[in-house]
């Protein structure tokens, strides 16, 4: 909307345009009942902020941050920033409240908003970045307004609230309060809530099932090769004789004896093992990209963990190439990520696009009807091999596993009927997964639209 007119009694304290362009507003006013946030709430209050005095390794009281609130408005707790267990005293009254709404007031301008549902038990607490919001549930249900503060930022109400400084944005208490929002009955919000909520355990149900048959392909694999995968741990104090000592290497890391237990149990496998640099044909010539006018660049970024595909890639003008991308993909090739970081970005280039050049942070592995790159891809993502890589891996700042080591891991490799067989079983079970994911995805934002209707008019 480039022109439209605001009178003089509509004015809220705000005279930027661009407060009065969105349409969520535009549907407050006609709404019979609209409140102002402050008019159904027993209290608004902000988190604290804890640096590094107050924080623990790994144990404490978990500060529920931004990160911990995932693309679906739930919280995640994968990424925890832990407070010493001494706070709890001094901070006792700050702790989360069961039925609080967790609103993430300052962030980059498109995630200010983002707001999750607390209900846990134990102790929680939030930082500053975090306001908490108490529903005053005479009026107002709690999951409601979750779910109505999440749709204003899919509507970009926050977007447009916000106030920005240093490359962030945010939203005070003053001004989240005083924000209008469309206030059904109790009746009309509990089948609103109800709605919501069967859609979204619908997802996480279809989601899980997704996750299962995924984490299955590796003790598929292992049974098809006949491999008992043994129970590690590891040792804190262990001997190496001079003659064990291999590839340079004097870390300790490098000879826990979980990594021979590993091997040998590779080895008693139903398949011969072999070394890589003799059984497969590797990438080892770098593409003079001069003669191009551009390049679809593939990195780290690029891959789908998931499903091993190539799920994006940066079209460039040959002048803005990085210096490190030099490998050009062919149909049927296999890209494995060097980094120890990213162990299990994996991928199969499908040929989808043109002038496909990879990052030199990549091993390539070719195409050949000598042996299946699809297993290949399962072989490089099972829990064994893995934990080979991350042995090999080397290096101070940026730890990798460099080529010759590469090329001296050893592998089963059955024969190629064997190597389909499986290759198969797991691209069905993948596509399955795929599928099951797609569809959780596509009902729930289907029925986030019908909520968003429900609530704002269609």
């Not at 090769?225 to 291999?246: H, N």
């Not at 990052?359 to 070719?366: D, L, M, N, W």
């Amino acid at each position: 909307m480039k022109c439209f007119t605001v009178y003089a009694e509509e004015i809220e304290g705000r005279i930027d345009p661009l407060y009065y362009s969105t349409d969520v507003f535009q549907v407050i006013k006609k709404s019979s009942n609209p409140k102002r946030i402050e008019e159904v709430i027993t209290y608004i209050k902000t988190g604290f902020a804890a640096g590094a005095n107050l924080q623990s390794n790994d144990e404490g009281i978990i500060q529920i941050r931004p990160t911990n609130i995932s693309q679906d408005n739930l919280l995640i707790f994968d990424k925890n920033v832990y407070l010493n267990k001494e706070i709890v005293k001094e901070k006792k009254n700050e702790m989360l409240k069961k039925e609080e709404i967790l609103f993430n007031n300052t962030n980059s301008q498109e995630l200010v908003g983002k707001t999750a549902y607390f209900n846990l038990d134990g102790n929680y607490f939030c930082s500053n970045h975090i306001t908490r919001i108490k529903a005053d549930e005479n009026i107002i249900l709690p999951e409601y307004l979750w779910i109505l503060l999440n749709v204003y930022q899919k509507r970009k109400v926050f977007f447009t609230l916000c106030t920005n400084w240093n490359n962030q944005s945010g939203i005070n208490i003053e001004l989240l309060k005083k924000v209008k929002i469309p206030l059904p009955n109790i009746t009309k919000q509990k089948e609103i809530i109800k709605i919501f909520k069967e859609s979204l355990d619908s997802k996480k149900q279809k989601e899980n099932q997704a996750k299962e048959l995924l984490e299955s392909i590796n003790d598929y694999v292992l049974k098809e090769l006949g491999i008992k995968f043994p129970k590690l741990k590891d040792k804190m104090c262990f001997a190496v004789s001079s003659e064990e000592v291999r590839a340079g290497r004097l870390d300790a890391y490098y000879y826990q004896p979980k990594f021979e237990e590993v091997e040998k149990a590779v080895n008693k496998g139903n398949f011969k093992v072999n070394e890589i640099k003799t059984s497969l044909i590797m990438l080892n010539k770098l593409e003079n990209i001069e003669e191009y006018d551009y390049i679809n660049y593939v990195d780290l970024a690029s891959i789908d963990k998931n499903f091993g595909l190539i799920k994006n890639k940066n079209r460039l003008e040959v002048k803005e190439t990085p210096s490190r991308a030099r490998q050009k993909l062919e149909r049927g090739d296999l890209l494995i990520s060097s980094l120890t970081g990213s162990l299990k970005s994996i991928a199969i280039f499908d040929g989808s696009f043109d002038n496909p050049i990879c990052s030199t942070g990549f091993y390539v592995i070719k195409n050949s009807n000598k042996y299946n790159n699809h297993y290949l891809w399962t072989l490089f993502r099972s829990n064994f091999l893995q934990m080979i890589l991350q042995r090999e891996s080397s290096g101070a700042i940026m730890s990798a596993v460099n080529r010759n080591s590469l090329m001296n891991i050893k592998i089963p490799l059955p024969p190629i009927n064997i190597q389909n067989k499986i290759a198969e079983e797991v691209k069905k079970r993948m596509k399955k997964a795929k599928k099951l994911k797609e569809e959780a995805k596509k009902e729930f934002n289907i029925t986030k639209q019908k909520v968003e209707e429900m609530i704002l008019g269609g």
